[in-house]
């Protein structure tokens, strides 16, 4: 695998898979729980305006997370 | 009794199927070693009465958050015959873990696969039969909305009951026949984490079929216009002005029309009654009691309405969408979208808002959030409103004060928010779920309704029935004094208040009412309909109008907006807080921000005119 790039750098329509995650514990298992896991693909709805959260699925699941915390996740390149 | 546990994510309807399953005749119960209340109910089977405990929504049994520990301290403390695991069954890709790790704490259990008509809608096919042996758990697919699978789901429970003990379908150390708490848990799931993740994939791959790409094409067009960068925001409070103007244009005729049926039933039915007594007692029962309890039970209508409306706002899956159109500008405040949308539940009531402010883990977010909340606009502050608009200003002008009040409230938030942000900063994730659009059903936006308004009927009366009794004693007494004068107790306190509510135009009269307005709003128009001895609104709206000036009403409006919403309010933020001196702050700063905003807008009106 090449070098990861983070989520919050995909853009809206694109899909990509999760390489790794390097949130601390609490928001790691947060993640996981709601399907962000090593290999999952997750795709990119929309970004908001004015630095304003992510739009993203993964799996069956749409999640809305705020492009800090979305920075803790790594995608395979 | 046999206890049944309900456990399962967030955004899977437990609560839905906990009200189907109980007829929703919930009450709050207190439990060992946990420091909040679940909700319980009894419920029937076969002749056989159990009760069922309704716990917090998680994410994992092993989680950090405040409620994954109130469920592990539950089922280490507590013995539970069964747990009913729900999850959704659209979301079993990531769901049938916490029914994993429930198998592998041995516990007695059947898994709910709730929701079934959106898995079948969204292209999810699940074969029950196959994911049941695999599991090693009896496995039913529901949806608890329109009640499909209830049936089945207490056959389950029936089966599962009779037989835990004796023949378990899994050939491993069976639940002792009388059941016991579980011990060790975290130790237990910490040493089979990493069977956790292989064991969900062979599920899925046995018995679920998920659909290729996403089915749910309704979800994707509205979501391209309710989140639209530009459209977005607009549509949302579009929607919400609407909301609001809806209410009003149905609720208030309706508690206009209480009112004067509740005011003819004390003329006509209850004095006649009353002759016998004493005057005094008279006074005090048809004056005090029916007066100011009437003015308030007119308001619940329009209570009802409300919460009926938030219902179908939450249900439709819009409110989540609103913390995502909020958050870039909430972030801006120290604030996120869920303090966005817990504001937003404070226009019906501020304590449940508070006590939501739990889902947050960090405590500055979660302080500075409960800072703001109440200076939204509650309901029992809008009883007030609308009264004091239609008693002072053409019904045009007034629904423009309203809309002003609604706005004074938001800036309110704001300001403090941003006076506040750096002595309570955050760094709180923000990763929420977005559910699809869903149609809410009538039912079941009814029962919430009902329920809140019951709670809300149940949480003030006490504080009405006191509040109006005392305001009338106040102005009774002592004996033989002319009502509410200035030598009544009220006029006594009036007079020694009115150097500091003179300047912002709080005559003696209105003194008593913001007084008792501390302890709930609800007691305000009882409080005022005591003082000036009428009940009917017109009636008691001309009488106010004969003694105050418009830009009197309007800055006894503002203050009665911006200063502490009620004692209970107070209260839950002592309890959730768990700080005097933070409970101090916020009711310090709310009277000051109320009476400095008085204070401009009455002296400025004065200057101006």
């Not at chain 2, 716990?55 to 520990?69: F, K, N, Q, V």
């Not at chain 2, 873990?97 to 292209?123: I, S, T």
């Not at chain 2, 005022?528 to 003694?547: C, E, H, K, S």
Request: some cysteine; glycine content about 8%.
């Amino acid at each position: 695998m090449r070098t990861d790039r983070p989520l919050t750098d995909l853009r809206p329509g694109a899909t990509a898979v999760v390489a790794s995650l390097t949130a601390d514990p609490g928001l790691r298992q947060r993640l996981e729980a709601l399907g962000l896991r090593p290999g999952q693909p997750v795709q990119m709805l929309r970004r908001g305006w004015w630095s304003g959260p992510l739009h993203v699925r993964v799996g069956m699941t749409e999640l809305m997370m705020r492009r800090r915390d979305a920075a803790c996740v790594a995608l395979a390149a | 009794m046999n206890t049944i546990a309900l456990l399962g994510m967030p955004n899977t309807g437990k609560s839905t199927l906990f009200n189907q399953l109980t007829g929703s005749h919930a009450q709050i119960g207190n439990w060992p070693g946990l420091t909040v209340d679940l909700m319980q109910a009894q419920l029937r089977i076969d002749g056989q009465t159990l009760q069922l405990v309704d716990l917090p929504g998680i994410y994992d049994l092993r989680g950090h958050s405040d409620d994954e520990a109130v469920v592990r301290r539950f089922l280490e403390a507590t013995p539970v015959d069964l747990v009913l695991v729900v999850l959704n069954a659209s979301q079993l890709d990531r769901q049938l873990r916490l029914a994993l790790q429930v198998q592998q704490l041995q516990l007695p259990a059947v898994v709910v696969l709730n929701m079934a008509d959106e898995a079948r809608r969204f292209g999810v096919s699940i074969d029950s039969e196959t994911l049941s042996r695999e599991l090693g758990l009896p496995v039913v697919l529901m949806s608890a909305k329109y009640g499909r699978g209830l049936a089945a789901v207490q056959q389950a429970v029936r089966q599962r009951l009779q037989t835990s003990s004796s023949n378990d379908p899994r050939p491993e150390p069976e639940p002792a026949p009388v059941p016991v708490p579980v011990q060790q848990l975290e130790a237990r799931l910490a040493a089979r984490e990493a069977e956790l993740e292989p064991a969900q994939a062979a599920l899925l791959e046995a018995a679920v079929q998920l659909p290729a790409q996403w089915r749910d094409r309704w979800t994707r067009r509205l979501d391209a216009v309710l989140l639209h960068p530009l459209l977005g925001l607009p549509l949302f409070f579009a929607a919400m002005a609407l909301i609001f103007q809806l209410i009003y244009a149905i609720g208030v005729p309706i508690q206009e029309g209480l009112g004067a049926l509740l005011d003819a039933i004390g003329k006509q039915l209850i004095q006649p009654l009353l002759t016998p007594l004493p005057t005094f007692l008279q006074g005090f029962l048809l004056e005090g009691l029916w007066q100011g309890l009437g003015t308030v039970a007119a308001f619940l209508p329009v209570i009802a309405l409300f919460f009926l409306a938030m219902g179908v706002v939450e249900d439709s899956g819009y409110l989540s969408r609103a913390a995502y159109l909020m958050d870039a500008f909430m972030e801006r405040l120290g604030l996120d979208g869920r303090s966005f949308v817990l504001s937003l539940m404070g226009f019906g009531c501020n304590v449940p808002a508070i006590l939501g402010t739990r889902v947050m883990r960090d405590r500055g977010l979660r302080l500075l959030s409960m800072l703001v909340i109440p200076f939204s606009l509650c309901s029992a502050r809008l009883n007030v409103f609308l009264f004091m608009a239609a008693a002072f200003f053409p019904a045009r002008q007034g629904a423009l004060v309203i809309f002003g009040l609604y706005l004074m409230s938001f800036v309110a938030a704001v300001l403090t928010a941003l006076v506040f942000k750096g002595r309570f900063p955050s760094s709180e994730p923000l990763v929420l779920e977005l559910p699809p659009y869903r149609l809410p059903t009538l039912p079941q936006v009814l029962s919430r309704a009902w329920a809140e308004v019951k709670h809300f009927w149940f949480w003030s009366r006490r504080f009405i029935i006191f509040g109006v009794v005392a305001v009338w004693l106040l102005n009774n007494l002592p004996l033989g004094v002319e009502p509410a004068s200035s030598l009544s107790l009220s006029g006594r306190l009036g007079t020694l208040l009115a150097p500091v509510l003179d300047p912002i135009g709080i005559n003696p009269n209105l003194t008593v009412a913001l007084l008792f307005g501390f302890i709930a709003k609800e007691i305000v128009l009882g409080g005022l309909a005591v003082i000036y001895g009428q009940a009917d609104p017109v009636a008691l709206g001309q009488a106010i109008a004969a003694d105050v000036s418009w830009p009197q009403a309007v800055s006894f409006m503002l203050f009665t907006l911006l200063y502490t919403p009620c004692l209970s309010t107070v209260a839950v933020i002592r309890s959730e807080s768990k700080q005097l001196g933070f409970t101090a702050l916020s009711v310090g700063w709310s009277l000051l921000l109320a009476w400095l905003t008085s204070l401009v807008f009455f002296q400025g009106v004065r200057l101006l005119g």
